[in-house]
């Protein structure tokens, strides 16, 4: 098998094991998707701008993401699926 497909392979697997999000991680997945800052999801959620962060980390860490727009893709995949 070559390295190409290993790799993608290894990823699938990875984004299979990945635990659920809560229903907060989701909303602001869903908020991050719609391309509001961390600011504005702070005040739209009622939480601290440091309780969003750690809910970014949280959600980048389940899906297996580095970033917001990997996140956001990742988000968008799944709604078009």
């Not at 984004?15 to 600011?39: C, D, I, N």
């Not at 962060?53 to 968008?76: D, G, P």
């Amino acid at each position: 098998m070559g390295h190409g497909r290993a790799i993608i392979l290894t990823f699938k697997q990875m984004r299979k094991s990945t635990k659920p999000l809560t229903k907060r991680e989701q909303e602001v997945l869903g908020a991050l998707a719609k391309g509001f800052l961390y600011k504005e999801i702070s005040q739209q959620l009622s939480i601290s701008l440091d309780t969003v962060k750690k809910h970014c980390k949280n959600i980048y860490q389940k899906l297996n993401v580095r970033n917001r727009t990997e996140a956001t893709n990742y988000f968008n995949s799944r709604k078009a699926a």
